[in-house]
């Protein structure tokens, strides 16, 4: 078995709720919920959208329709500065792992609209997403080689491609890796959404009594991993690791979790084993904590079964929507900061606990003393992961 | 290429191809294919002289303009020929069968070459618990023909009412959820998308997770699904060029850490030395980049003709290639070079 150590040597972020890791910070210490009217298209689906405001670099050519690949180099070029490595070596083996929903499809609806009508529009748009798989686009761009991949497995897409990439590196394949989520807003996935029923109007409560379904977000989270032997090669100290990841199925509902968790209670206990720890050693749990019934009521579940009642928990989808693709890749980095900062935010839209989940997020800003953290994902098709990640002492 | 990653054994293999579904008679379809090319690289553009049993369709643009009908001939505009699957080759049992009344033709591909591969290897499966086996399926361009009929809802009724079973079904991962669900895999699942060496990554991972120990059996496979507007583009894209047929189908494989006798070993690798079989893609479909790796090979076949091309023909060429094996006594190792439009070689070799 491989059982060799990933560091994790940079983080990138960009999400309504800041555009790097500091102003995040500030917007988690103020509690602020960034959200707006849903831009820069028009919709009939009314909701908050927890869009990223600020101005992104354009690249220019093939890629500046492409906001997900946007968002995502944004966070890429973070990570690497954070882990000093702007400029990797030559020689250097760079694996990149990406999840993303938005950028895996066809998607545009003026496009496909003009092919209905048999007009033959331009193929500009089938080259970009020919020119958009989110894995390839990013090797491309750094001028990178090693093994690359896309995951498309919905809503924990993020939280794999962390957990393939350290697979990579604890088989040697690359010696560095680049890996975590994008997506943008777009009009698809909002219909789709919105079709299923479990989205909100309101800003969404996560864990809450009253909680009434998702907001759609957009934003990319990224970290830089690194073999041990790489690292210390050029001088890094080791700060963070990833300590475990597990993944498992449902094998249940296309969309719906399996009622008791089992999936997810699988995929913690895999990361749980891979870490070599016991549940007591997690000083907190990012959740999925998408504010759905079904799902907030599963995470509950299996949390406070594996955990117990005072288990420190939070979502940090109060902040930065639901971003799918991009979202296990956020609260990663999230999971991160607040083992570095000593501190989680409260769960932003958290008012009132919910009886029959029997247990609650924290409510304000809490201090956090551990070496251990884990964030959970459920995805659609019934996946679940969990990620563990480690603050060196 | 790590040396600590070792070759996993197959197990079990299932296949819907336009040669159809049975691998005996796939098997027979290819046999002149590697037979008649030996000792010299020679590259045919000419078709496959073995009529596929799913026919061939001239598909340009769906009159309808719908993807919900079948592909039908073209009525302007440039003729592009597809290789199809027979849909007699999607039935599966009854009582799986109704389980999968809503899904499309993506889905039931996969289902009847993932059911098959599984059904192989069953005996050698039935102890391990479900939670110990893993799913991986890669595709470039996913439901796509499903994602497009969700388009037309959002087109035709608006965004608000649109169809929830489209969009579930239009997700990557909607054909891995049927497959977990009908033969109760609950081990680590994934779905990946890439339109180059998708299928080699996806084997790397699947020898990662067996030799991390993350579980014990990997169901492995690729799924591409033939489409009226991607059809109608590439048509418009290809036009006056030689090309060579798009198609579509599922290749699935069982996969284990454990050394099992008389299977077929596999990995992802760097290419080999030498090997006896080696299988490329044809020219007309390689970047023009690529170009094969010094390689010394008693054979070198192109399986492009028989099975077409598509996103994930690196999944269609490791099929040709232990079908070869397994008819051929005189072939002990095989292996696919595909070369990305980057230069990235990842060969998938097999050995006996």
Redesign the interface.
């Known amino acids: 078995?491989?059982?060799s150590r990933v560091w994790i040597s940079g983080v990138g972020t960009i999400s309504a709720a800041g555009v790097d890791v500091q102003s995040t910070l500030n917007c988690f210490a103020d509690g602020a919920r960034h959200f707006s009217k849903i831009f820069p298209f028009e919709?009939?689906?009314v909701q908050p959208a927890f869009q990223v405001q600020a101005p992104l670099p354009n690249p220019g050519g093939q890629h500046e329709r492409n906001r997900t690949f946007r968002l995502a180099m944004h966070a890429v070029h973070q990570a690497l500065k954070d882990a000093e490595l702007e400029t990797v070596p030559s020689g250097t083996r760079v694996g990149i792992c990406m999840g993303t929903?938005v950028a895996?499809?066809?998607?545009s609806?003026p496009f496909?609209?003009a092919?209905?009508?048999?007009e033959?529009p331009p193929?500009d748009r089938?080259y970009d997403f020919?020119n958009s798989?989110l894995?390839?686009a990013t090797?491309?761009a750094l001028k990178v080689?090693g093994?690359?991949?896309?995951?498309?497995?919905?809503c924990s897409s993020g939280t794999?491609a962390i957990g393939?990439a350290a697979?990579?590196i604890?088989?040697?394949?690359c010696d560095v890796a680049i890996a975590g989520g994008a997506d943008e807003m777009y009009?698809?996935p909002?219909?789709?959404?919105?079709?299923?029923?479990v989205m909100s109007t309101e800003p969404c409560m996560p864990f809450d009594r009253d909680r009434s379904g998702l907001n759609l977000g957009e934003g990319a989270g990224m970290v830089v991993l690194e073999s041990p032997a790489f690292a210390e090669s050029r001088g890094k100290k080791n700060q963070f690791e990833v300590a475990g990841y597990?993944?498992?199925?449902?094998?249940?509902?296309?969309?719906a979790p399996h009622p008791q968790g089992?999936?997810l209670d699988?995929a913690i206990r895999?990361a749980l084993a891979?870490a070599n720890i016991t549940p007591d050693k997690i000083s907190f749990v990012n959740a999925h904590g998408t504010a759905t019934l079904d799902n907030d009521r599963t995470e509950a579940k299996v949390l406070s079964t594996l955990f117990g009642p005072e288990l420190e928990f939070l979502s940090t989808k109060g902040y930065t929507g639901h971003t799918l693709g991009a979202a296990g890749g956020l609260e990663a980095v999230f999971a991160l900061l607040g083992l570095r900062e000593s501190w989680i935010p409260a769960s932003a839209g958290f008012k009132n606990r919910a009886e029959d989940l029997g247990i609650a997020p924290v409510a304000q800003t809490t201090k956090i003393d551990g070496e251990y953290a884990m964030s959970t994902s459920l995805?659609?098709?019934?996946?679940n992961s969990a990620l563990i990640v480690r603050r060196v002492a | 290429m790590s040396d600590d990653l070792p070759a996993v054994s197959i197990l079990g293999i299932g296949a819907v191809t336009a040669l159809g579904r049975d691998l005996d008679s796939i098997s027979n379809q290819l046999t002149p294919v590697y037979r008649q090319i030996s000792e010299s690289v020679k590259f045919s553009h000419a078709p496959f002289s073995g009529r596929p049993q799913g026919g061939v369709d001239i598909c340009n643009h769906a009159p309808t303009r719908s993807c919900g009908t079948p592909l039908k001939a073209a009525e302007t505009g440039v003729v592009i020929n597809a290789l199809r699957v027979n849909d007699a080759d999607l039935n599966l049992d009854p009582a799986m069968g109704a389980q999968l009344r809503r899904a499309d033709r993506f889905t039931k591909m996969a289902v009847a070459a993932a059911c098959d591969a599984w059904d192989m290897a069953k005996n050698s499966c039935a102890a391990i618990p479900p939670e110990r086996i893993g799913l991986f399926l890669c595709s470039g361009f996913g439901p796509h023909c499903r994602g497009f009929k969700f388009l037309d809802g959002v087109l035709d009724s608006g965004e608000t009412a649109s169809s929830p079973a489209d969009f579930s079904h239009s997700v990557h991962g909607a054909a891995s959820a049927y497959i977990s669900r009908l033969l109760d895999l609950r081990g680590p699942s994934l779905n990946t998308t890439d339109f180059e060496i998708g299928f080699e990554e996806a084997v790397r991972v699947a020898q990662c997770w067996l030799a991390e120990d993350a579980c014990d059996r990997v169901l492995i496979g690729a799924v591409e699904e033939l489409g009226a507007v991607f059809l109608s583009c590439a048509a418009r894209m290809v036009e006056g060029t030689p090309t060579i047929a798009p198609s579509e189908g599922a290749v699935f494989l069982v996969l284990a850490r454990t050394d099992v006798a008389g299977a077929a070993k596999l990995s992802a690798t760097e290419p080999p030395a030498a090997v006896d079989l080696a299988i490329v893609e044809d020219p007309v479909v390689l970047p023009a980049s690529a170009f094969l790796p010094a390689i010394n090979a008693k054979r070198i076949v192109t399986f492009t003709s028989a099975f077409g091309h598509n996103a994930s023909a690196s999944a269609f060429n490791l099929l040709g290639g232990l079908l070869a094996m397994r008819a051929d006594a005189s072939i002990d190792t095989a292996a696919t070079l595909r070369t990305s439009s980057e230069g990235r070689s990842v060969t998938l070799l097999l050995e006996k």
């Open positions: 078995m491989i059982r919709t009939d689906v929903t895996c499809q066809l998607n609806l496909y609209a092919w209905r009508k048999n033959n193929l089938v020919l798989n894995a390839q090797g491309k080689t093994p690359r991949l896309t995951i498309v497995n919905a794999d393939v697979s990579w604890r088989a040697g394949l009009t698809v909002l219909s789709g959404f919105w079709s299923l029923g597990g993944s498992a199925g449902d094998a249940y509902h296309l969309t089992r999936g699988a895999a891979q995805a659609f098709g019934g996946n």
